[in-house]
């Protein structure tokens, strides 16, 4: 049953992710660089963009391609916070079914633009809006459901791994997307719409969503804590019940749990758990420049290293294959050294340099760009990724909840959502700054991880004084056993 909630929750996400990335594909080809095409076949005046798509073929085609962005991304960040509400209190695998056939088709309905020869702005930023939205039903009930399968051991690694959805669905979306982006571009929509609806249906069929629907006992969520040896500080030591008298009661008791929680946790509730607050402003920054790099790399790309279309595409996804590297690996290490924040910090404070040196010297030659995206993708994905699956789990089975599993969907949903904020923003600010070069766009990425890691200052400490309290209990035992030795007990 784990192996089949990791499998269709992973397909689920990447399905969601497939069918957000044809836009920063299909842009280029809505705005083409039409003197390369050869002379004007229609003969009319408008010479220099009679091969775009109206009404992107003015001169403020970048703030328009910023406006669908931004209506996507702020009607994502307004759902998601009343999605993990919803999430809660309905059945998740119908929730996250009916969300995914609802997402494949406004998915569509935006590349029936192009067939239905639709030329107006209104209809594609509505498209937007309602696909935002709908969208927000995929990460609150992907993340309770593993969360509720897998228990803290080795979430990092496990959802480290799992999480690499994100850039598959990124990758099989520019794959999908450049295959037509140059004959038919609606069609780079509606295949995607079509992938997310069938993968729907196949959740509403085989997910499960509780060990308790089949009988299983529900996994151990503070395994480490009755040996005093977590050295994360965002979940303190404090609290009314030991980890063993929790945990046995949790098994004792799995069939009674809908009994004793009759209320899912407030907005409230959940904005009190210690590191909520930190990790949300932190994930605002780093999704702030996640998202800047999925919606306009391929554009870069093609204006700065004068690729193709369907040639940006495809190296735009190197970025994603960093990212499922990076996410990876922030799990593996906050997994080890117990620092969930520090890990993120670090992560964050080697990206910025990374990213001035890949706007400097990234597109000398094909070679290098690869490398350089690679390490970008890693770097920046790493903690975005970190934060959105273990972190978030962690926090949503956090002790002090005292067993309370209806918490998980929305503290995903205020973490997530609080980072699609900054989803929003960014798209929108390279839209208005790229006209004044796109040094400035990379200097806005650069000033926003450096924010992320700063708003987890405080937690990084308590990461620190913690690891320093195991070191120095760590020497008091090896003192005593040494004086035991040496008394000759």
């Known amino acids: 049953y784990r192996g089949l909630t990791l499998v269709l929750t992973f397909l689920s996400y990447t399905s969601y992710h497939l069918s957000r990335k044809p836009i920063s594909i299909v842009k280029s080809q809505l705005h083409p660089n039409c003197s390369a095409l050869g002379p004007n076949p229609h003969n009319d005046s408008n010479s220099t963009t009679w091969c775009s798509w109206a009404p992107f073929d003015g001169d403020n085609y970048k703030e328009l391609f910023g406006a669908l962005d931004n209506a996507f991304l702020v009607a994502y960040a307004i759902g998601m916070f009343i999605s993990g509400i919803f999430g809660e209190r309905l059945p998740l695998r119908y929730y996250l ?6 997402s494949g088709l406004f998915t569509a309905l935006f590349g029936l633009g192009y067939f239905w020869d639709i030329h107006v702005l209104w209809y594609f930023i509505v498209v937007q809006v309602f696909n935002g939205l709908v969208q927000t039903t995929g990460w609150p009930a992907v993340v309770a459901c593993v969360g509720n399968w897998f228990g803290k051991g080795k979430r990092g690694l496990i959802m480290g791994i799992w999480n690499s959805h994100t850039s598959v669905g990124n990758i099989l979306g520019s794959l999908i997307a450049g295959a037509w982006v140059s004959s038919a571009w609606g069609l780079s929509f509606i295949v995607p719409g079509i992938v ?11 997910l499960v969503e509780y ?31 030991s980890v063993s008298d929790q945990s046995s009661a949790d098994r004792s008791d799995s069939h009674k749990e809908p009994a004793e929680e009759p209320e899912a946790i407030s907005f409230l509730g959940a904005l009190r758990i210690p590191g909520v607050v930190e990790f949300s ?87 290098i760009s ?57 798209p929108l600010l390279a839209g208005l700054i790229s006209p004044t070069g796109w040094n400035n766009v990379f200097y806005m990425l650069i000033a926003a991880d450096v924010l992320a890691c700063l708003l987890l200052t405080r937690v990084v400490v308590k990461e620190a004084r913690g690891w320093c309290g195991y070191m120095a209990r760590q020497r008091g035992s090896s003192v005593q056993l040494t004086e035991s030795v040496m008394d000759g007990k």
């Open 97 to 102: 079914s009916g969300g995914m056939v609802l």
């Open 196 to 206: 997310i609806t069938v993968v729907g249906i196949i959740c509403f069929f085989f």
């Open 211 to 241: 060990p308790e629907d089949v009988d299983c006992n529900p996994p151990l969520h503070h395994v480490m804590k009755t040996s005093e040896k977590d050295p994360e500080a965002v979940i303190p030591n404090e609290g009314p019940l």
């Open 281 to 367: 402003l932190c994930l605002l920054f780093a999704k702030l420049v996640s998202y800047t790099f999925l919606y306009w790399l391929p554009l870069y790309i093609v204006n700065v290293a004068h690729f193709g279309a369907k040639e940006a595409g495809d190296l735009s996804t190197l970025f994603d294959v960093g990212g499922i590297l990076g996410g990876i690996f922030a799990g593996v290490i906050s997994d080890y050294t117990g620092g969930r924040a520090t890990t993120c910090c670090v992560m964050l404070v080697l990206a910025a340099p990374m990213l001035f040196l890949y706007n400097h010297v990234g597109q000398n030659g094909i070679g």
């Open 370 to 426: 690869v490398v350089m995206l690679i390490i970008c993708g890693a770097l920046v994905n790493g903690p975005y990724a970190l934060i959105t699956t273990a972190v978030s789990a962690d926090l949503g089975t956090h002790e002090s909840l005292k067993g309370n599993a209806k918490a998980l969907s929305t503290v995903t949903a205020i973490i997530d959502g609080t980072g699609s904020i900054g989803a929003a923003l960014g």
